[in-house]
T-cell receptor
Framework: DTAVSQTPKYLVTQMGNDKSIKCEQN?????MYWYKQDSKKFLKIMFS???????INETVPNRFSPKSPDKAHLNLHINSLELGDSAVYFC?????????????????FGQGTRLTVV | KNEVEQSPQNLTAQEGEFITINCSYS?????LHWLQQHPGGGIVSLFM???GKKKHGRLIATINIQEKHSSLHITASHPRDSAVYIC??????????????FGKGTHLIIQP
């Protein structure tokens, strides 16, 4: 009954390949996110997706594309993988999206996917 | 300068000590989160604050909106509290993916 689940937990792949990381939440939340944790353990937002509206962070390369088949899923597709893409990717969800909301914006995180590009 | 600054970066303490981790931010926020990242890598949300103080077990989180500062306290610390504690804020400003902005984390080690 994990709230936010990501698969796979570990992913090792060669440069140039295309790969996907799946994320599912069973909390009934409207908003889902992808975060990247780099080698220095610094977390940074990549995307957020709220009720079919995708908000793209402009610092993310076009090779990264989130896809949401339904509200409970937000998968991350990465094309033409590069060495610098190696990182831990975290999926998260929250009930509310509104910036000024003082409730319902608590973030629930998946366990992370460690991607290693060789 | 990062929008979210945490101190200390590393903290080693003895079991039983009272622990304080500080977080300062430079933007207007709608909420502040304290997260715990386990040695295995998983992240757990500890608190979400927009004002005042919250307590959960041995953990206490406070926030001072005027001073743009929050603290996370751990009473009667235990080796199982060893983890990275991350402060994150949800900004009121527009643009971007409107997720959380994270501090760099405080690596806490509690020795028996």
């Amino acid at each position: 009954d994990t709230a936010v689940s990501q698969t796979p937990k570990y992913l090792v792949t060669q440069m140039g390949n295309d790969k996907s990381i799946k994320c599912e939440q069973n909390l009934g939340h409207d908003t889902m996110y992808w975060y990247k944790q780099d080698s220095k353990k610094f977390l940074k937002i990549m995307f957020s997706y709220n009720n079919k509206e995708l908000i793209i962070n402009e610092t993310v390369p076009n090779r990264f594309s989130p896809k949401s088949p339904d509200k409970a899923h937000l998968n991350l597709h990465i094309n033409s993988l590069e060495l610098g893409d190696s990182a831990v990717y975290f999926c998260a969800s929250s009930q509310a999206y509104i910036r000024t909301a003082t409730h319902g914006t608590e973030a629930f995180f998946g366990q992370g996917t460690r991607l290693t590009v060789v | 300068k990062n929008e979210v600054e945490q101190s200390p970066q590393n903290l080693t303490a003895q079991e039983g000590e009272f622990i304080t981790i500080n977080c300062s931010y430079s933007v207007g926020i709608s909420a502040l989160h304290w997260l715990q990242q386990h040695p295995g890598g998983g992240i757990v949300s500890l608190f979400m604050l927009s004002s005042g103080k919250k307590k959960h077990g041995r953990l206490i989180a406070t926030i001072n909106i005027q001073e743009k500062h929050s603290s996370l306290h751990i009473t009667a610390s235990h080796p199982r509290d060893s983890a990275v504690y991350i402060c994150a804020v949800r900004s009121r400003s527009g643009g971007g993916a409107d997720g959380l902005t994270f501090g760099k984390g405080t690596h806490l080690i509690i020795q028996p």
